[in-house]
């Protein structure tokens, strides 16, 4: 009776992890977060060479980080991309709604990180050959995307407005993980459906002509003394 049953429940238990364990390793997956802000965003940042982030607005990630990202940005040879929702993006009235904040909010949260982030370069601060690009996209944003080198983390956005914990999955860079996936899939959102607002290597500055009326005082301000 041992053998039949309570050895066969094991030996089912061992199979079905082990196929569990293959499939996760397979998607490239290195860690789950059940709270994104978990991760050890500081560190990542400053040992990064390349970051690219795919965000609604990220005004909590961005106030919280913004040391590091301006350490990171004034360092020599680094890469920083930041794409956000266009202004006129047709997913910000249904993404307002789902946060409980009116359009003109979330226009002007975007208005904010679009800010933060183009500060130091406008201030001149961006280290030798580092490189600073801020693109407005029209596509759907249905999860965020934090990029570090070969790292990837993704959180996806509910379909409810009930108050959860928003889980977020690590891929690592690896052949056939969703890594390259999610890495192509901003990349095409980059090409096809998105605007530039700033670009340091290109010398290009459209922050005014894409964020209208909801460019803030400081960055006018900044840009006319710029």
């Known amino acids: ?35 994104y802000l978990d991760f050890d965003f500081s560190k990542a940042i400053k040992h990064s060479h390349s970051i690219r982030l795919f965000v609604l607005y990220a005004a909590v990630w961005l106030n919280r980080y913004t040391i590091e990202i301006k350490d990171y940005i004034t360092q020599e040879n680094h890469s920083l991309t930041l794409c956000v929702p266009s202004l006129d993006n047709n997913f910000i009235r249904p993404l307002s709604i789902q946060f409980g904040y009116s359009e003109e909010d979330v226009r002007r949260k975007i208005s904010e990180s679009i800010s933060l982030m183009v500060r130091p370069a406008l201030k001149k601060q961006l280290g030798k050959g580092s490189k600073l690009k801020i693109y407005m996209h029209s596509a759907r944003p249905s999860y965020s995307m934090y990029q570090f080198d070969d790292v990837v983390l993704v959180g996806n956005y509910y379909c409810s407005n009930a108050r959860r914990r928003a889980p977020m999955f690590v891929f690592k ?25 700033y670009d340091s290597e290109e010398d290009i500055n459209n922050i005014v002509a894409l964020l209208g009326k909801f460019t803030s005082p400081p960055l006018k301000e900044l840009l006319e003394t710029g």
Do not use: C, H, W
């Open 1 to 35: 009776m041992y053998e039949i049953f309570i050895r066969r429940q094991q030996t089912d238990f061992v199979l079905e992890s082990i196929e569990l364990k293959e499939s996760i390793i397979e998607a490239g997956i290195v860690n789950v977060y059940s709270n």
């Open 173 to 197: 860079d690896k052949p056939g993980s969703l890594f390259e996936e999610f890495n192509s899939d901003l990349s095409q959102v980059i090409s096809d459906n998105s605007q530039v607002v």
